[in-house]
């Protein structure tokens, strides 16, 4: 049966792979499938028949065995001959029989995958069934880690699945000092849970969602391929993400504002290439040069910033409701301290008459040629509007608040990186200018202690 098990995969290796590799996005760090070693166990949510031989794709070098309820198993001599071919473990239900927990135990000494589906039965509705907690106490007892991962079910032909995969989670990070069993197996299971669960809002908010088609026109196609190039090569910018939410915020498809520092002209044009996917349109003053060029090619908002300017107002909310980008400088004006200016209202305003989320971005950018930016990356913001009064002027400065507190905490970490690359630096200086020192002394030593010639 093993000898059939690895010329059935090689002789189907080419056909899953176009058919059924499904997209993969991750919560944490990337987690490299194909070359995964020892012992783990996968809890996945279950939308269909097709889903044990779509997640066997990710680990096709790997024997996976999957547990199958009884009735599954013998509901026909064709599908009970398929699955013994693949090689499964069977679990009633109904009877809560433990033994088959005792037969992952063995395939998990072994080094190898067990596929459990916590849920036990097919979901019939996008909404989660109760989780069991037999992969926990599989988990908590042989001390293996779980994989927990969230796929879209679009499993066929003609069709592509999209999996949100988290990062394993070790009983041991789980489990206290001091803790009973039953305990460390329910917050074992919690946690996956949670991570499932944060798989599924990522996958509606952003990497689940249709690609919008969005008129951006010759001009603006043309400076955005050519300029992300140039950008791109000249100051290599360095990303750093809050969490897998912002890191996937450039797919979204949905309508939302990015608040920025201001520190050049540059900072528009930049963020435009970070987001070079989606159609951004930037907040400028009307009293700048070169409006009607930028304008025309970068589909510039402008403003009157001497007074309360209604038409600017209008034409922010009709961009945010026909689901393009809005980009917003909230210092309004360029910075050239060291220190964040003061945020004006108008992204706490616009965010909460239209209801989209705020993505924070802090730009550690010099703009000199060939010096690396980085970029900080904060999660998505939804400001709630109070009840009472959701547009006073109270309520509006504490949106504000809250919008410049994330940054001023992007800003920190910004300059907490910077520091320790500093330090580095000066450390590796250090320990060369001391390894010249200590050269020079051996080589005066020795010259003293060869004797003067006759």
Known sequence: MTILRYIFKILNFIPMFLVLYPKRFFLGRKIHMLRYRGPLIIAANHKGFGDYVMLLTMFFFRKMTVVVSEQMY????????????????RADRFSKDPAYMSECIKVLNKGGIV????????????EFLPFHESFATISVTTGVPVLPIYHDGKVGVGKRCTCVIGEPIYPADIRRAGEGLLLSVHRMAEAVFNTIK????????????????????FCYRFVSVT???LLW??????????????????????A?????????????????????????????????????????????????????????????????SDGAVLHICAEGRINTTDELLPFHDGAAFLALLSGVPVVPLYLDATYKAF????????????????ETSPYSEENLKKATAVLFEKMRDLETAAKYERLEKDTLIRKKMN?????KLDCTSDASTSDESVPAEQ
Request: charged fraction near 30%; hydrophobic fraction near 40%; charge should be positive.
């Open 227 to 229: 300029g992300k190039a």
């Open 198 to 217: 944060e798989g599924k809002a990522l996958y509606k908010e952003s990497v689940g969602t249709k690609k919008r088609r969005e008129k951006k026109g």
């Open 74 to 89: 013998n509901y026909s001599p064709v599908l009970r001959f398929f699955l013994k071919f693949l090689g499964v473990i």
């Open 371 to 386: 010096h690396r930016a980085h970029v900080y990356m904060g999660d998505p913001i939804a400001l709630e509007p109070s």
């Open 233 to 254: 090569a000249a100051f290599r910018p360095v990303m750093h993400f809050e969490s897998a939410r912002a890191k996937y915020m450039p797919r979204c498809n949905d």
């Open 256 to 320: 939302f504002i990015i608040i920025t520092n201001h520190t050049w002209w540059l900072d528009a044009p930049f963020t435009y290439c970070l987001f070079s996917t989606r159609l951004v349109r930037a907040l400028s003053a009307k009293d700048i040069q070169l409006q009607n060029t930028m304008e025309k090619v970068m589909k510039c908002v402008f403003v009157d910033r001497s007074k309360l300017d209604f038409s600017g107002m209008r034409e922010c909310l009709s961009v945010l």
């Open 431 to 435: 320990e060369k200018h001391r390894a």
């Open 115 to 126: 596929l459990i589906f916590p849920e036990s039965k097919i979901e019939t509705e996008d």
